[in-house]
């Protein structure tokens, strides 16, 4: 096993500017963002962790979730509470509580409640950028389980049409199909 030494460290000395984190889904520091129906709780931030990665609180009503799509970095879902329906590159998959996948990056796919509850998983993604992206598209709403309203018709044009301008810079890109 190598030594470390002052001369010739094998860690880099510990960053005294950063601080530890902490959240709290249902505190009142957390943001939450509704964006199509779902509230995201944004719970380690990329400024938090220098970029390396975010940590998302998703709440998705029934009928929720995001249209197919990919972008250009990892994406791990851990289911808490409910079932979900993942679509990846095709082929459809479910996901119950207690399970974990992760999507790799560039990969096409998406996740929908076809449940009559609300489904209660945490996204992490690698690296950071997604937490911004739903601060950017989304709209703050006041808790983690707040009703956030799926935009209807033209609503829903202007919305995709939002996104879709914004997505590139995220890395990210919606799809026809995942």
């Given amino acids: 096993m190598a030594e470390t030494t002052s001369t010739n460290p094998i860690l ?12 709290q ?15 995201y709780t944004i719970m380690v931030a990329g400024k938090d962790t220098n970029g390396r990665f975010c940590v998302i609180d998703m709440h998705v009503p029934p009928g929720g979730g995001p249209p197919p799509h990919r972008h ?40 929908h409640n076809a449940s009559s509850e609300p489904v209660r998983m945490i996204c992490i993604c690698s690296p950071a950028g997604n937490d911004e992206f739903f601060l950017e598209v989304g709209v703050p709403v006041a808790t983690r389980t707040t009703a956030a309203p799926r935009p209807e018709g033209e609503q829903m044009v202007e919305f995709l049409k939002k996104v879709r301008a914004v997505a590139p810079k995220y890395g990210t890109e919606l799809l026809e199909k995942a």
């Fill in 72 to 111: 250009n970095f990892e994406e791990t879902f851990i289911l808490l509470d409910g079932e979900v329906q993942v679509t990846f590159r095709g082929q459809k998959s479910t996901l119950r509580a207690g399970d974990t996948i992760n999507v790799p990056s560039n990969a096409p796919h998406q996740f």
């Fill in 25 to 39: 889904a249902d505190g009142e520091t957390a943001p939450h963002i509704a964006l199509v129906g779902a509230t």
């Fill in 12 to 23: 880099p000395p510990d960053d005294l500017t950063r601080a530890l984190g902490f959240a």
